[in-house]
């Protein structure tokens, strides 16, 4: 590692050790909500494997049966020219296409557990309350069910070992008279609990987008990972019993907008916003489910809320803004096939419902909405941006519009009067080719302002370790191949490695023996006639 690598990491480190530490005014507490989060660790199986379900050496087994008259064949010149195509296969075919899958066979093995590697090292490293892994845990929404099983089983029993799923009684509907999923600041067996529990999001690799969500993916989905759309509110008491009676009660403090602390986290199904859908009633479900939010969320003028939006998807953004550009593509017949974003009305859905932010300034709480921020993934690269509405503008002439996070922060855009604003942060993939990429939002309670702040940092992990990890199991592996491909072509060809060594290993020196021994015996004979014909001369 050079000098300016070594730099570069410790320099992360701080900043990423200054955010979990992040103290909650005077007291020198860590944040009491870290959450890991993770982006589209796409765990991939035997639809990536090239010669997948058939024998590696396929033109050499055929080359080998006709060289070895295993074959019907009306002559021998065709005879020859069969083994001829077959063995000149061997070579464009059989060794490329083993070789390539011999590599990503140990590619996924060695993904799992680099995957393993990060989520271990991560959660030991930054101690998270709470972990989330946004989306596209799998692959591909197309395998069938044994391959959707082996890879659920990896995922929970290698890359995230020790993780639990979320038990469904837990993973609420919104509801006006909802249960406390836990409190926060505290240590006991329920934080515990928490900080093993993966709060998993759905996305279009796991069950497909609006096009392809049939209810029977998303059952699988449900069944292995846990539901698809629910919310979680985690309280954070107010120790003090001053400040704690400053709070809103409808009865003894009707005057005050302060609410008690709570952090509310909702997990939002959004492959099928958009239309055409294949399952109109999926779609209404998810969207009675986003009704079902906006319905269950405090008035915007109180205080003391924080939304956190889980996601996979990011919401619209013009182009040039992240990696991805606005990009749809549909099945013949309808149905969305492939989404980068969501489009700009189903975005304004998230900014306008559940956030409650308005262009217009004469709205609830003059349009500044509710506090929170949105995290999603998807895109691989990863983008961090705020999305704002310009109050003073006319009104025909009032739209969202989106700026890198650094940018907006440089203009002073959040939190500016008369631009309601919400962060939006797409969070980088967890794979090797992004480095092991992890984000840390921390979220804390500020007591003067009644509102709760967070800031955000992602880390990177590398890849040395993964590529370590390949090249020796590569090696491993290339030896054990040779001398199983070895052993096969000598069965396929019909040879029997028992009969062999028995006829030119032992055979020949036990013929040597015997013949060695015939030879005394004639000898003795040959004595032993020679003795009697003596006596009987005598
Ligand atoms: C983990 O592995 C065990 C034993 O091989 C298996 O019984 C179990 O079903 C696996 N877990 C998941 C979630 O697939
Ligand atoms: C709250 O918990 C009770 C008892 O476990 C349960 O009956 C009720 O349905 C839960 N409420 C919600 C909104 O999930
Ligand atoms: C704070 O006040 C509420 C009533 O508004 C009460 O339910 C709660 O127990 C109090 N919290 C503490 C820590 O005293
Ligand atoms: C909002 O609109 C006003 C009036 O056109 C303009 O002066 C101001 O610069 C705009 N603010 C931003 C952040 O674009
Ligand atoms: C905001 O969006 C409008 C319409 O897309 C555009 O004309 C305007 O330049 C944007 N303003 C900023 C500050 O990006």
């Given at each position: 590692?050079?000098?300016a ?8 480190a701080?900043r ?12 020198g ?8 989060a993770?982006g589209d660790?796409?765990?991939?199986g035997d639809?990536?494997?090239?010669n ?7 033109h ?37 296409d083993?070789?390539e899958?011999?590599r990503?066979h ?5 993904n ?12 030991w490293w ?6 989330t892994?946004l989306?596209d845990?799998?692959g ?17 029993n290698r890359?995230?070992k020790g ?5 469904d ?6 509801a006006?008279?909802y249960?406390?999923?836990?409190i926060l600041?505290?240590?006991?067996s ?12 759905v996305?279009n ?7 392809d969500?049939?209810p ?15 919310e ?41 916003l958009?239309t ?26 109180f ?6 939006v ?6 619209y ?7 991805d ?8 017949g ?8 969501l ?16 262009g ?14 949105i ?8 983008c961090?941006?705020y999305h704002?509405i310009?109050q003073?503008?006319?009104s ?8 890198r ?5 440089k ?8 631009l ?5 942060i ?5 794979m090797?080719?992004?480095?092991g ?7 804390w309670f ?6 709760w702040?967070?800031?955000f940092?992602a880390?990177?992990l590398g ?8 090249h020796?199991f590569?090696i491993i592996l ?5 001398a199983?491909?070895?052993?096969e072509?000598?069965?396929?060809s ?17 013929n ?5 021994a015939?030879?005394?015996i ?5 004595a032993n006639e ?7 001369e005598?």
């Amino acid at each position: 590692m050079s000098p300016a690598a070594l730099l570069a990491l410790l320099r992360n480190a701080v900043r990423i050790l200054s955010v979990i530490s992040h103290v909650s005014g005077p007291t020198g507490i860590s944040a009491p909500f870290r959450l890991l989060a993770l982006g589209d660790p796409q765990l991939e199986g035997d639809t990536a494997i090239r010669n997948y379900g058939r024998p590696a050496f396929l033109h050499l087994e055929w080359a080998i049966r006709h060289l070895t008259f295993q074959t019907e064949q009306p002559s021998l010149r065709k005879r020859l020219r069969q083994v001829t195509h077959d063995l000149v296969d061997v070579f464009f075919d059989d060794i490329p296409d083993t070789l390539e899958s011999l590599r990503k066979h140990v590619d996924l093995f060695g993904n799992d557990f680099y995957l393993a590697h990060i989520y271990r090292t991560l959660r030991w490293w930054t101690k998270p309350t709470h972990v989330t892994v946004l989306g596209d845990l799998l692959g591909s929404q197309w395998i069938r069910d044994p391959e959707f099983n082996r890879r659920s089983s990896r995922f929970w029993n290698r890359s995230f070992k020790g993780a639990e799923r979320i038990p469904d009684e837990i993973a609420q509907y919104p509801a006006e008279d909802y249960n406390v999923s836990g409190i926060l600041g505290k240590e006991d067996s329920e934080a515990a609990l928490w900080q093993r529990r993966l709060i998993n999001v759905v996305g279009n690799h796991d069950v497909g987008y609006a096009g392809d969500l049939t209810p029977e993916r998303l059952e699988r989905f449900e069944l292995a990972f846990g539901k698809a759309s629910y919310e979680l509110r985690f309280e954070l008491p107010i120790e003090d019993p001053i400040v704690n009676a400053t709070v809103f009660d409808p009865e003894t403090n009707p005057e005050s907008n302060r609410l008690l602390p709570e952090l509310r986290i909702i997990n939002i199904n959004n492959m099928n916003l958009d239309t055409p859908a294949l399952d109109q009633s999926l779609q209404d479900s998810t969207y009675a489910f986003i009704n079902a939010v906006i319905h269950t969320s405090t008035a915007v003028e109180f205080k003391g809320h924080f939304t956190l939006v889980l996601t996979h998807m990011p919401l619209y953004k013009p182009e040039g803004v992240c990696v991805d550009s606005p990009f749809f593509d549909f099945h013949e017949g309808g149905g969305v096939k492939e989404q980068n974003q969501l489009s700009a009305d189903a975005s304004k859905g998230f900014l306008e419902g559940i956030y409650g932010l308005s262009g217009n300034d004469k709205a609830p709480a003059g349009g500044t909405g509710r506090r929170g921020v949105i995290l999603n993934g998807h895109d691989h690269e990863g983008c961090d941006t705020y999305h704002y509405i310009n109050q003073s503008l006319p009104s025909d002439e009032r739209q969202w519009n989106i700026s890198r996070w650094d940018a907006a922060r440089k203009d002073q855009l959040p939190g500016k009067p008369g631009l309601p604003g919400i962060r939006e942060i797409t969070v980088r993939s967890m794979m090797a080719d992004f480095d092991g990429n992890a984000g840390l939002l921390s979220i804390w309670f500020d007591q003067d302002s009644w509102e709760w702040k967070y800031e955000f940092a992602a880390c990177e992990l590398g890849r040395q370790y993964y590529w370590w990890f390949v090249h020796v199991f590569d090696i491993i592996l290339l030896i054990i191949l040779a001398a199983y491909g070895a052993l096969e072509i000598s069965i396929i060809s019909g040879f029997d490695a028992e009969k062999w060594i028995e006829a030119h290993v032992f055979a020949p020196s036990v013929n040597k023996a015997e013949a060695k021994a015939d030879a005394k015996i004639a000898e003795m004979k040959k004595a032993n006639e020679k003795t009697d014909s003596c006596i009987k001369e005598k």
